[in-house]
């Protein structure tokens, strides 16, 4: 389960991004999550509550997830597509496509601070 890896690796990143006040201040973390960035929804956010739970108990804090929708863009015509079950072929012309535009995301989109 590298979920907890990932929640402990964004509690990380916005430590290195953030002063201490600032941190403690947290209260909504807001990802953008790619369809093939590999994370199962449940499991991303058990992880998330029991580091929240045991590392940041005196601290609530909430976990918001933007799921991003893979699209890939066709060499061909240039048509950007949305994937539907997991078939790479453009929309638009038929053909196979290999460029993925978005899908593979694991961000930090946006963070709220109590005031």
């Known amino acids: ?15 290195e991004e953030f002063s201490e006040v ?11 999550i ?3 960035a590999n994370v199962e929804p449940i499991l991303l956010q058990n992880a998330f509550e029991a580091v929240v739970s ?4 005196n601290q609530p804090m909430k976990l918001h997830i933007e799921w991003l929708p ?9 048509h950007t597509s949305e994937v539907t079950q997991y078939r790479f072929v453009c929309q638009h012309c038929q053909r196979p496509c290999s460029q993925v535009v978005q899908g593979n995301e694991l961000l930090i989109g946006k963070v709220e601070l109590s005031s």
């Not at 893979?70 to 240039?78: A, Y």
């Open 34 to 36: 790619g369809q093939l």
């Open 1 to 15: 389960m590298h979920e907890i890896s990932l929640i402990r690796s964004t509690f990380r990143t916005l430590a």
């Open 70 to 78: 893979t699209l890939i863009k066709c060499p061909v015509c240039q």
């Open 54 to 57: 045991t590392e940041f108990a």
């Open 22 to 32: 600032e941190f403690k201040k947290i209260t909504d973390i807001h990802l953008k």
